[in-house]
């Protein structure tokens, strides 16, 4: 009965505001004035720190002295040292892990919120809570879960835990991968959960008079309806992998060697470890290019400047 | 124009902070002015007797109270410098001396103490330790916490089943010892190597014993290829060689010893030894005091065959100091030195010092340090090794200035984990220097 209504209403309310686009008044847009506040928001704590920080790339400071001059120094410094091309490729690794993991695992996870299975609102809570946690609390929890003499393994006996994941070079990384993809994916199916709620409910009416099944209406009625989300999703996923530190830091600080130290980490101990605050932002130049870049491209792939309605004859 | 540069950076550097999130909030009100002094001290075990003496002061001075606020070690660690280079320091600033104190003396951030404490802090504190305050001969910081070297733990019950009567006096019998604590299955050596700056204290002892405090005098003086000194590249392939034993089981990367885990290890008897710092000592006696009591041993770095280091000569911290900011008003600073030289090392600091379980290093005080003593007699063990060492060389993170610290940290992390040679060592460390 409920469900009726809000069908009705917002079937209602998408018709007027059809009807309402065709004013000269809405078609115009609100004065810019309104953008003011988050302008000037925006000016303060991003822009001016940015310029900051590609000014001080070409200086040297040590956090306490005076700032001098120094060119390209810092450039070629940094982009002939090992470590900021081991924190590039390491960054990009997880971005790109980060991002296979959790795609998929979001969109079915997203997918079976939206429906109206049982028990659905119950199992959603679940899947909800890891995103209500401070990142640190996590880091440090599974930091000593996954500890080879005091962690769940040895507390439990099972030998197939009891291994040195955080300690060694090769699995460290991707542990790491699996956490924070772990605590991101509950976002992520979040915004495909109310992705797929948006698809009208005829087209898969007309799907199953056409005699399609569950898996056949996925791939062709849900995963192409849900083509913006992907591409917004996905802008959020890389961008956010692209800075990320928390977790890392807690958790294994770039170590064992350096077989963790991603770039965001990588700025950190250059700046705040070994006070060379030239060199970190250069860094911090290199990562924030990455993310312009990178986000112009799959906004440029996804076709998200010319987004048209997928609705047309709904 | 400079103060503009300066502030541009300062708020560049703090906005490469914003994406990093919830690493802390910056400290309000701790800005140089206001009347009273102001103090930022960790908020440990080892500092408990200098954060009770400020108390006492503020009832007993209502006129020059000292206001201080309390941060975990590494938060302060990373903030302090920042502070004091944007000019927002608090008046007593506290260090472990070596490079960054003289950093701070050098671009005049902290004020010269020579004529206010220089006799108060040679007539009480041991010599190898007051040094550590000292910059080009003038006093700019004052030692007020325990003196904490670094030295061997060992878990008597392990050794004594692996056959090891006593503990290693030379390399050699090191060698033997792990291995036949490895025969019966224990860990023979814990190494808490997650929080990498364990790793530092193998490379400083090894480096002493086999080429003298000289080797490592020559690097901190920042000579040219100070690292090339063969008593490094031995060094080096003495801690692979170690590695290579088995000497630190398979799963020591992970290990941390801010959570105390390695303590651990060796309480629970699943280890034989471990090198730490003597500040350990409390975690042991707070873990298990019957441990500490009846089981545990400790002893100084054995000797290396051929070596040219004194067996007693001391790595490890010194202290911790206290220095005046020069950005403090005349009434904060004329508060703070007076502080000092009613509290350095007072008959009230020194009682409560050992009663928290550090060891004052105070010039005559081997009675008192007696008196005070646990039955495993580790108060005087110490306090005879800082007294009498010949050579008391401060950790090489805090020596080094710090992009050679990270740098050194970075790199002997990866000597441990086989992943560079002995030689690619020396010339990576070696391109540090300028």
Redo the contacts between chains.
Sequence with gaps: MTEMKTKAGRRSRASRSRGGSGSAALRKGPSLWYAAPAMILFGIFALIPLVGVVVLSFMNWDGLGAVTWNGLGNWKAMLSDPLTLNGLKLTLILTLACWAVQTPVSILLGVFMAGKQKYRAFLAVFFFLPLLFSSTAVAIAFKNLLDPQFGIGKAFGWKWLEQNFLGDPKTALWVLILVVSWCFVPLHSLLYQGAVRQIPASLYEAARIDGAGTVRQFFSITLPQLKYTFATDSTLMIVGSLTYFDLVYVMTSGGPGNATRIMPLDMYIKGFKSYDMGGASVIGVLILAMGIVISLLLNKLSGADKMESQMEGV | M?SV??A??V??????L??????GSTPGGSSSSGSDATLWVFNDNNTKPVRDAIEQWNKDNPDKKISSETFANDAYK?KI??A??SGNAPTMIMSWGGASLK??A??G?IVDLTGDLKDTVDKTVLDSVAEGGYVDGKLYGTSFNGVQPALLFFNKKVLKEAGVSKEPQTWDELLTAVNKVKATGKTPITLA??S?WPYLMWAAYLVDRIGGPEVFQKIENGDKDAWSDPAVLEAMTKIQDLVKAGAFD??????TADDR?DV??LVND?SAMEMQGSWAYPDFVALNKDFADNNLSFAAFPTVAGGKGDAKDLTGNLSNYFSISSKASETQQKNAIDFLKNNTYSDTMVSSMLETGSVPPVKNAADKVKKADTKSGFYSYIYEAASEAPSYQLSWDQALP??Q???VL?NL??VF?L?ITPQQFVDNMNKTLK
């Excluded at chain 2, 914003?18 to 690493?23: D, N, Q, R, T, V």
């Design positions: 400079k540069v300066k541009l950076a708020t560049a550097s703090l906005a490469m914003i994406p990093l999130g919830a690493c990373e410098r920042t004091i280079g950093d701070y050098d671009q951030s190597g997650g990498k398979n799963t020591y990367q992970s290990l885990k651990a290890l699943t710090s992009d610290a990270e740098a970075n992390e990866q984990l992943q």
